[in-house]
């Protein structure tokens, strides 16, 4: 019955008008929430979220990560994407509900580092092809006991995979490819292009090889690196305090446990004999009780009560960062700086209960900085558990940190105009992003302060090459100064003693870089002794 431009005068009204929605129609009206707006934006989001599975699939699977992405021009703003990969493939009964059904995979229920976090990712990107092409995403998988082909598309109302074209394949292949089609989108070579995210991608994944076939045909190869495969960081579970009630009800429907006291125990990081003595004298009820029959009122005060208690630290061993190694390794063969300082720092928790880790690079002349109108910039790349993030700076504890930093202390007058990579990784089991779009980190206190030891740390390092390099050159701007003089002096010094020319000249050079030598000495013990003080 058509309802609409009718005004709601009462209950019976608003029945009428009353109706439930699947989360993919909620995200369909609110693509710019998974970052798919904007021409050039979506373009990268949909070879980030590709990029992203294919590398978490590899590692999960332990298989060192070889990936192809070529992004083909159908005509104007209509592009293909084929993304390859040499993962562990999917199953029947899995590929349609990771590929066509939203907010479902193997991430969004654990706490664990991997760059996905949602299962929104790859079928937000499904639908993003469905509604501008009206097409399905094709897809090849092998998982090494069964090869398949099929298209998916998703049943918009329902948030369910509807697989078409399904085909058995006789050959044998590990891997996944997706090929996709999406309009109103836009290649461009700039630093937020599909190029840039990859050759990030690629310092912050050593261990991967990625190529890239561009529209234009122009082909890109980031070769790995490093041979191992990263240790697979560990699944941890949620420390309780960090924990907020609504969680902690949700955790004790879902538990096997049959008593609140064995849930605790079961479910929880850091949870001993002694912790459950305390609790059970800080709350009102019998910790024997059924959990699925937790009321909120009583989920509040085991919450209230975890406050209280004193608990271990949450496990931190669980982070696997980049390392400083790897990250030199990484960042001089793509950069080629002439100076770079590296630090990992030990991990922290935030918000009480989540482990996270950061890790800071700054690199200095060479390939360092970005151009801009032939003038080099400083170039900040952030990172979230190794992950390229481009869009939305302004709103990510990464820049705030940098912004944070007095610059000037560190012998960087300028820091706009200074060639300079600054590159930050955070890690954690749960990345708090501002947003489902995955773009920018949000302003955990304990987070910023960990960015900014990891940024000072690294700043002093380089300022002392500056300094030094600012030394070598007023050294050299005097040596010429006086070099440009000696010549004159010399023919005065001939008039006047008539003593050979050429040797007065010498022994005039000689003098001046003595004491230039001299005052390089001094220099270096006063730093020795301001080091010892
Ligand atoms: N190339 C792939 N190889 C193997 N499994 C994959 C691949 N791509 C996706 N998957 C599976 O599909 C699931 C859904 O992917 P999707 O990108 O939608 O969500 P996610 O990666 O879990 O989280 P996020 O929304 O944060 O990206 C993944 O959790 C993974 O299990
Ligand atoms: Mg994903």
Same mark, same amino acid.
């Given at each position: 019955?058509?309802?609409?431009?009718?005004?709601?005068?009462?209950?019976?009204?608003?029945? *009428?008008?009353?109706?439930?929605?699947?989360?993919?129609?909620? $995200?369909? /009206?609110?693509?710019?929430?998974?970052?798919?707006?904007?021409?050039? !934006?979506?373009?990268?989001?949909?070879?980030?979220?590709?990029?992203?599975?294919?590398?978490?699939?590899?590692?999960?699977?332990?298989?060192?990560?070889?990936?192809?992405?070529?992004?083909? +021009?159908?005509?104007?703003?209509?592009?293909?994407?084929?993304?390859?990969?040499?993962? %562990?493939?999917?199953?029947?009964?899995? =590929?349609?509900?990771?590929?066509? *059904?939203?907010?479902?995979?193997?991430?969004?229920?654990?706490?664990?580092?991997?760059?996905?976090?949602?299962?929104?990712?790859?079928?937000?990107?499904?639908?993003?092809?469905?509604?501008?092409?009206?097409?399905?995403?094709?897809?090849?998988?092998?998982?090494?006991?069964?090869?398949?082909?099929?298209?998916?598309?998703?049943?918009?109302?329902?948030? &369910?995979?509807?697989?078409?074209?399904?085909?058995?394949? *006789?050959? +044998?292949?590990?891997?996944?490819?997706?090929?996709?089609? $999406?309009?109103?989108?836009?290649?461009? /070579?700039?630093?937020?292009?599909?190029?840039?995210?990859?050759?990030?991608?690629?310092?912050?994944?050593?261990?991967?090889?990625?190529?890239?076939?561009?529209?234009?045909?122009?082909?890109?190869?980031? !070769?790995?690196?490093?041979?191992?495969? %990263?240790?697979?960081? /560990?699944?941890? @579970?949620?420390?309780?305090?960090?924990?907020?009630?609504?969680?902690?009800?949700?955790?004790?429907?879902?538990?096997?446990?049959? /008593?609140?006291?064995?849930?605790?125990?079961?479910?929880?990081?850091?949870?001993?004999?002694?912790?459950?003595?305390?609790?059970?004298?800080?709350?009102?009820?019998?910790?024997?009780?059924? %959990?699925?029959?937790?009321?909120?009122?009583?989920?509040?005060?085991?919450?209230?009560? #975890?406050?209280?208690?004193? #608990?271990?630290? %949450?496990?931190?061993?669980?982070?696997?960062?980049?390392?400083?190694?790897?990250?030199?390794?990484?960042?001089?063969?793509?950069?080629?700086?002439?100076?770079?300082? =590296?630090?990992?720092?030990?991990?922290?928790?935030?918000?009480?209960?989540?482990?996270?880790?950061?890790? =800071?690079?700054?690199?200095?002349?060479?390939?360092?900085?970005?151009?801009?109108?032939?003038?080099?910039?400083?170039?900040?790349?952030? $990172?979230?558990? !190794?992950?390229?993030?481009?869009?939305?700076?302004?709103?990510?504890?990464?820049?705030?940190?940098?912004?944070?930093?007095?610059?000037?202390?560190?012998?960087?007058?300028?820091?706009?105009?200074?060639?300079?990579?600054? $590159?930050?990784?955070?890690?954690?089991?749960?990345?708090?992003?501002?947003?489902?779009?995955?773009?920018?980190?949000?302003?955990?206190?304990?987070?910023?302060?960990?960015?900014?030891?990891?940024?000072?740390?690294?700043?002093?390092?380089?300022?002392?090459?500056?300094?030094?390099?600012?030394?070598?050159?007023? !050294?050299?701007?005097?040596?010429?100064? #006086?070099?440009?003089?000696?010549?004159?002096?010399?023919?005065?010094?001939?008039? =006047?003693?008539?003593?050979?020319?050429?040797?007065?000249?010498?022994?005039?050079?000689?003098?001046?870089? &003595?004491?230039?030598?001299?005052?390089?000495?001094?220099?270096?013990?006063?730093? @020795?002794?301001? *080091?010892?003080?």
């Amino acid at each position: 019955m058509a309802i609409i431009g009718k005004e709601i005068t009462s209950a019976e009204e608003l029945e *009428k008008h009353f109706k439930e929605h699947s989360v993919a129609e909620f $995200f369909k /009206k609110n693509m710019q929430m998974l970052g798919l707006t904007g021409k050039i !934006r979506t373009l990268t989001t949909i070879i980030h979220e590709y990029v992203t599975n294919s590398i978490d699939a590899c590692e999960d699977a332990k298989i060192l990560p070889e990936i192809e992405i070529r992004i083909t +021009e159908l005509a104007p703003l209509h592009y293909e994407v084929m993304t390859k990969d040499n993962g %562990p493939g999917l199953t029947k009964s899995t =590929v349609g509900r990771a590929l066509g *059904k939203l907010l479902a995979g193997t991430k969004f229920h654990r706490l664990i580092q991997s760059r996905g976090q949602q299962g929104i990712g790859a079928s937000g990107v499904t639908m993003l092809s469905q509604i501008t092409t009206g097409q399905p995403i094709k897809v090849l998988t092998g998982n090494g006991k069964e090869t398949f082909a099929c298209e998916i598309s998703i049943d918009v109302r329902k948030n &369910e995979p509807k697989i078409t074209n399904f085909q058995d394949l *006789k050959k +044998e292949y590990r891997g996944t490819i997706i090929r996709a089609r $999406f309009k109103d989108v836009k290649y461009v /070579k700039s630093e937020q292009g599909p190029l840039e995210y990859l050759r990030r991608t690629a310092i912050a994944n050593p261990h991967a090889t990625i190529k890239f076939i561009a529209p234009n045909n122009e082909k890109f190869v980031f !070769r790995r690196s490093i041979q191992q495969i %990263p240790a697979k960081p /560990k699944e941890v @579970k949620p420390h309780p305090k960090g924990i907020t009630v609504d969680e902690l009800i949700t955790l004790a429907k879902h538990t096997k446990a049959k /008593k609140v006291v064995s849930f605790l125990k079961s479910d929880f990081d850091r949870m001993g004999e002694k912790a459950i003595n305390e609790i059970s004298k800080l709350v009102s009820f019998d910790l024997n009780k059924d %959990p699925k029959q937790l009321r909120w009122h009583e989920a509040e005060e085991l919450v209230k009560a #975890f406050k209280k208690v004193n #608990f271990i630290a %949450p496990r931190t061993d669980t982070l696997r960062p980049i390392g400083k190694e790897r990250i030199e390794k990484a960042i001089k063969a793509i950069v080629q700086p002439e100076f770079l300082a =590296v630090v990992t720092r030990a991990p922290q928790v935030y918000k009480g209960g989540f482990p996270f880790q950061v890790e =800071v690079a700054i690199a200095y002349g060479g390939k360092a900085g970005k151009v801009i109108n032939g003038q080099k910039k400083i170039e900040i790349m952030r $990172f979230a558990n !190794r992950v390229p993030l481009l869009f939305d700076a302004g709103g990510c504890a990464i820049t705030k940190a940098v912004n944070s930093i007095d610059w000037k202390r560190y012998n960087i007058k300028d820091i706009e105009n200074t060639p300079l990579t600054i $590159f930050v990784n955070l890690i954690s089991v749960f990345v708090p992003y501002t947003s489902a779009g995955k773009q920018a980190i949000s302003e955990e206190e304990e987070i910023i302060e960990e960015l900014r030891l990891g940024l000072m740390d690294c700043a002093r390092k380089i300022s002392k090459f500056i300094a030094g390099k600012q030394r070598e050159y007023e !050294r050299k701007m005097k040596k010429e100064t #006086f070099f440009k003089y000696i010549p004159e002096v010399a023919k005065s010094l001939h008039k =006047v003693t008539k003593n050979d020319y050429e040797s007065i000249k010498r022994k005039l050079e000689r003098l001046v870089l &003595e004491r230039l030598r001299l005052e390089e000495k001094e220099v270096e013990e006063n730093e @020795k002794k301001g *080091k010892a003080a």
